[in-house]
């Protein structure tokens, strides 16, 4: 099992990045070309969403992505860093502000949903995490 982890600061510019990253360890793990755009839209998504997330907490840590290359599938996991309400598993909102926070945030896993057939929202102490997966298959290894 291979594994690439990206850590950025929480800017919009930075989101491009991941998305980048994401689709060439993807290609390179055996998914399938017609599914890249796919993988490329989810983790936008999913990355716009946890930096608007750290954006709306004042969280200073850097997003965090790892991308899993297994043997049958490929994963990424999208760290938002917000524990408890408004994190990943998502919750009540306090105020206007959050209120509208919480809007997008629902509308971006609503997305990710639509875009990733395997998809798992979690929240724990160490912030809200988006796993998504798609089937791989590996080029075999050449002597």
Same mark, same amino acid.
């Given at each position: 099992?291979?594994?690439?982890?990206?850590?950025?600061?929480?800017?919009?510019?930075?989101?491009?990045?991941?998305?980048?990253?994401? @689709?060439?360890?993807?290609?390179? %793990?055996?998914? $399938?070309?017609?599914?890249? =755009? #796919?993988?490329? *839209? +989810? &983790?936008?998504?999913?990355?716009?969403?946890?930096?608007?997330?750290?954006?709306?907490?004042?969280?200073?840590?850097?997003?965090?992505?790892?991308?899993?290359?297994?043997?049958?599938?490929?994963?990424?996991?999208?760290?938002?860093?917000?524990?408890?309400?408004?994190?990943?598993?998502? @919750?009540?909102?306090?105020?206007? %502000?959050?209120? $509208?926070?919480?809007?997008? =945030? #629902?509308?971006? *896993? +609503? &997305?990710?949903?639509?875009?990733?057939?395997?998809?798992?929202?979690?929240?724990?102490?160490?912030?809200?995490?988006?796993?998504?997966?798609?089937?791989?298959?590996?080029?075999?290894?050449?002597?």
């Amino acid at each position: 099992m291979a594994t690439v982890e990206l850590r950025f600061s929480a800017l919009p510019e930075h989101v491009r990045t991941a998305r980048l990253v994401a @689709a060439a360890v993807a290609r390179r %793990a055996g998914v $399938d070309e017609a599914v890249l =755009d #796919e993988v490329r *839209l +989810a &983790v936008g998504e999913a990355c716009s969403r946890a930096v608007g997330l750290h954006e709306s907490h004042g969280i200073e840590d850097p997003v965090r992505v790892v991308l899993i290359e297994d043997e049958k599938k490929f994963s990424i996991e999208v760290g938002d860093g917000v524990s408890g309400p408004g994190g990943a598993g998502g @919750a009540e909102a306090e105020g206007a %502000a959050e209120a $509208d926070v919480e809007g997008e =945030d #629902e509308m971006g *896993l +609503a &997305v990710i949903s639509g875009l990733v057939d395997d998809v798992e929202v979690t929240s724990g102490e160490g912030g809200g995490l988006i796993r998504m997966s798609w089937p791989a298959n590996p080029a075999p290894v050449l002597p």
